[in-house]
Nanobody
Framework: QVQLVESGGGSVQAGGSLRLSCAVSGRTFSNYYMGWLRRAPGKEREFVAAIGWSGGSRYYADSVKGRFTISRDNAKNTVYLQMNSLKSEDTAVYYC??????????????WGQGTQVTVSS
């Protein structure tokens, strides 16, 4: 079993930045692809970003490309999402997820509880 705990959400004005963290326990962290996904009010959950085992491969949704950066520290069992130039449409609950396969969608096996990000214009 894999446990994921997100932190770092909050409220910020448009144009601002936030850094989300996700601490992972229960299995060998470096064996897992990690992803960030989000669910905006009234919308389906959507893919935001993913990162490979070593951190060398990174993938982003078009809506966040150039503004968000996913990274991981395998020594700390933690994955991060640096969010810059935030827009009101980035308002959502953000979820950290893990799987032994790479998904550029929402099919991850393990999920955190989510952290709220609210961007005001």
């Amino acid at each position: 079993q894999v446990q994921l705990v997100e932190s770092g959400g909050g409220s910020v004005q448009a144009g601002g930045s936030l850094r989300l963290s996700c601490a992972v326990s229960g299995r060998t962290f470096s064996n897992y692809y990690m992803g960030w996904l989000r669910r905006a009010p009234g919308k389906e959950r959507e893919f935001v970003a993913a990162i490979g085992w070593s951190g060398g491969s990174r993938y982003y949704a078009d809506s966040v490309k150039g503004r968000f950066t996913i990274s991981r520290d395998n020594a700390k069992n933690t994955v991060y999402l640096q969010m810059n130039s935030l827009k009101s449409e980035d308002t959502a609950v953000y979820y950290c997820a893990a799987d032994t396969r790479l998904w550029l969608g929402t099919n991850y096996a393990y999920w955190g509880q989510g952290t709220q990000v609210t961007v005001s214009s």
